[in-house]
């Protein structure tokens, strides 16, 4: 009996969720989800547009487990995964304006405005080292 493209999809992109959500980062699986959280809150808000790709697995996902290691972190942490909940993904890309579309990508916002945005350029080619500095900077300077 064969499996199943949508179960075999579920089973093979669940550990790359895990890794962000075993953080304390809340997934945003619908774009009503999105809507709820992303634009009445308060305080700073980190949102981690999770993907497949090696960048993400190699850079991103490990920068931003390095950065919540810091003192100083944001009130509020979610995640939308591209090419998974792609309702959840485009709701959340709404608020990143005037950046195009780019997963995967960090963004972190306070009070539902944007304020610092790492794209996937500045991630695929910079370690995972150098993307928490990057997000530890930016955490110094905003979540105050």
């Known amino acids: 009996m064969a499996m199943s493209f949508d179960r075999y999809m579920k089973d093979m992109i669940q550990p790359?969720?895990?890794?962000?959500?075993?953080?304390?980062?809340k997934e945003l699986r619908t774009a009503e989800e999105v809507e709820t959280h992303l634009p009445d809150a308060q305080g700073t808000t980190l949102v981690v547009v999770n993907?497949?790709?090696?960048?993400?697995?190699?850079?991103?996902?490990?920068?931003?487990a390095q950065a919540l290691?810091?003192?100083?972190?944001?009130d509020n942490l979610f995640t939308v995964f591209a090419g998974q909940d792609k309702e959840a993904t485009a709701k959340a890309r709404e608020y990143f304006a005037?950046?195009?579309?780019?997963?995967?990508?960090?963004?972190l916002m306070k009070d539902?405005?944007?304020?610092?945005f790492i794209e996937r350029h500045q991630i695929?080619?910079?370690s995972a080292q150098e993307i928490a500095d990057d997000l530890?900077?930016?955490f110094d300077r905003v979540c105050r």
């Open 98 to 107: 005037p950046y195009p579309p780019s997963s995967p990508s960090i963004a």
């Open 124 to 126: 695929e080619d910079r």
């Open 16 to 25: 790359m969720r895990d890794e962000l959500t075993r953080l304390g980062i």
């Open 51 to 64: 993907s497949v790709c090696g960048c993400a697995a190699g850079q991103c996902r490990p920068g931003v």
């Open 69 to 74: 290691q810091h003192d100083l972190v944001p």
């Open 136 to 138: 530890i900077e930016a």
């Open 112 to 116: 539902g405005e944007l304020v610092h």
